[in-house]
């Protein structure tokens, strides 16, 4: 069996770590500097306590300043577990411990703006490691509706694994592929981190719904408003191919796991869909954040300030169709410039 060390020990990181250890690997989980309370307790008991499980003995926790002794020749995989902000940071920690180019397999994810362009995580770490390092090393990613506490209960789970070489990414399923861990994969790296950064954007659209029910109040016979709800899902996977399509992504991702998949968990609970409700009550974004959600990272509110600016310039030269996608036109309004967020219903049949 092979030897996989995850960097950071957050939910999401931690949870990976079940996967592998049930196909008998021997798994290091190395926390960040904001995992030492979560480290130290799998230490001591073996508790996770923002899992609430006990992980496997095979499963060891470290502090990150061991993560480079972490690091030898029975290690088969790292898995990058940081936060989206954390990825400058983790590329550092990589560059300082690797000496041979051992695949990484990101679940963090995240867009970054790039001279009028927007670039995925896995292009950004493989560029930036072989830059620091002078060999390339293989950077591939994991999407699809992935809720780290079912995970982590073994709960069954469908994801996409993707990477650029082929055998490499199957070799890499065969790593993960546990009996309640079904990864499948692809080669499209592009448009799979799209719809997995995307994904929370539009999660703020479709939870919108749920505040402005409450604003406007149920009607005389009870009514809800599943069918908004429903209209806005489905404009947001309208968008969300027009994005993948402009980035160089394909079709498939936005149908599959990635895209109709993670879109789907992420609007039922969580931190982008109460922002979305919090907006749907009329409040602006900084009433919102400041207000209610000042110690919560909103990835899909985060994600419009990092690319918000790029998608409207876009817009403003065409590669992108403004009048086909006022969703993501409501909401960097609203997370961008603080405007209230309407969403005109006729705009959708454009």
């Given at each position: ?157 469908g994801v996409v694994i993707t990477g650029h070489d082929a055998a490499l990414v199957e070799d890499i399923i065969a790593l993960v592929d546990a009996p ?158 603080a405007k209230p967020m309407t969403i005109d219903w006729r705009e959708f049949h454009r």
């Open positions: 069996m092979a030897k996989i060390v995850i960097l950071g020990a957050g939910v999401m990181g931690s949870a990976m770590s079940l996967p592998a250890s049930a196909k008998g690997h021997s798994v290091d989980l190395v926390g960040t500097f904001l995992d030492t309370d979560s480290v130290r307790s799998v230490q001591g008991n073996g508790l996770h306590p923002r899992l609430g499980i006990t992980l496997p003995e095979t499963i060891a926790a470290y502090e990150w300043t061991d993560f480079g002794n972490r690091l030898d020749d029975e290690t088969a995989l790292i898995i990058l577990g940081v936060s989206s902000a954390g990825v400058s940071w983790a590329i550092e920690r990589l560059a300082e411990a690797l000496t041979r180019p051992i695949p990484v397999l990101m679940i963090t994810k995240g867009l970054s703006p790039e001279n009028g362009k927007i670039e995925v995580f896995p292009s950004i770490v493989a560029r930036e490691l072989e830059a620091r390092l002078g060999f390339h090393v293989p950077v591939l990613a994991v999407g699809g509706p992935c809720i780290a506490g079912e995970l982590a209960a073994g709960r069954d789970t309640f861990y079904h990864a499948r994969a692809s080669g499209d790296v592009v448009g799979v981190e799209v719809c997995a950064a995307f994904k929370n954007f539009f999660a703020l659209g479709v939870g919108w719904a749920t505040g402005h029910l409450e604003k406007t109040g149920r009607a005389t016979n009870g009514a809800q408003m599943h069918n908004l709800s429903a209209s806005l899902f489905a404009q947001s996977l309208r968008e969300m191919s027009l994005l993948s399509a402009a980035f160089g992504g394909t079709q498939a991702s936005v149908d599959g796991l990635p895209g109709v998949g993670d879109l789907y968990v992420t609007c039922l609970a969580g931190r982008n869909s109460r922002m979305g409700r919090l907006l749907g009550l009329g409040l602006s974004y900084p009433e919102a954040k400041a207000g209610h959600m000042a110690e919560d990272t909103v990835e899909g509110a985060e994600l419009a300030l990092a690319v918000g600016p790029t998608v409207e310039e876009m817009w403003a030269d065409g590669r992108l169709p403004v009048a086909k996608m006022p969703m993501s036109r409501a909401i960097i309004d609203a997370v961008c410039h």
